[in-house]
T-cell receptor, first 113, second 114 residues
């Protein structure tokens, strides 16, 4: 595997389900990001992790819970989501959270019924 | 709050035509500006990154310019091809509370007609 990978690529869940999104980067980077892309809205930054420590939480509801066990892996745990949470969730990584180019994964298309 | 605007929202051109995509940003205190390409249902592919001290960057048929004073960037695509059809996003990099953050525009959806 190369670059940034995300699994699953597609996910359909009910509002009472609990699921997790996974991101893995194979670039030796130290910063990882979660973004949300909703229809007709710009990409929104959700969380930033630098060297496994969370450095940004852009007022994201608590039903989204990130986890970064090491610099290569990032998870987004989902529970009791709403239909308006349906979106493309993108993961990115960079050398660190300074002024470095971000590399994006293919995204997970989430549908909440 | 920083805002990035992209005009037009959609553009359709015949193959072979040269075209310009526009991006404007409200805060000139950017670190850099990045152009991305996004194919339907896919992630983002970085095309060009212009540092705040630079005026332009070129890669193949793509040329991106940056004018911080006017808050504008343009992406020029020469001799467009059907394979260029995608959504093009620009993102301005700013310093956030704990990290440097990208503020994205909504994108321009480009269709190149054979």
């Amino acid at each position: 595997e190369t670059g940034v990978t995300q699994t699953p690529r597609h996910l359909v869940m009910g509002m009472t389900n609990k699921k997790s999104l996974k991101c893995e980067q194979h670039l030796g980077h130290n910063a990882m990001y979660w973004y949300k892309q909703s229809a007709k809205k710009p990409l929104e930054l959700m969380f930033v992790y630098n060297f496994k420590e969370q450095t940004e939480n852009n007022s994201v509801p608590s039903r989204f819970s990130p986890e970064c066990p090491n610099s290569s892996h990032l998870f987004l745990h989902l529970h009791t989501l709403q239909p308006e949470d349906s979106a493309l969730y993108l993961c990115a990584s960079s050398l660190d959270s300074g002024i470095y180019e971000q590399f994006f994964g293919p995204g997970t298309r989430l549908t909440v019924l | 709050k920083q805002e990035v605007t992209q005009i037009p929202a959609a553009l359709s051109v015949p193959e072979g035509e040269n075209l310009v995509l526009n991006c404007s940003f409200t805060d000139s205190a950017i670190y850099n500006l990045q152009w991305f390409r996004q194919d339907p249902g896919k992630g983002l592919t970085s095309l060009l990154l212009i540092q705040s001290s630079q005026r332009e960057q070129t890669s193949g048929r793509l040329n991106a310019s940056l004018d911080k004073s006017s808050g504008r960037s343009t992406l020029y695509i020469a001799a467009s091809q059907p394979g260029d059809s995608a959504t093009y996003l620009c993102a301005a990099a700013y310093s956030g509370a704990g990290s440097y953050q990208l503020t994205f525009g909504k994108g321009t959806k480009l269709s190149v007609i054979p």
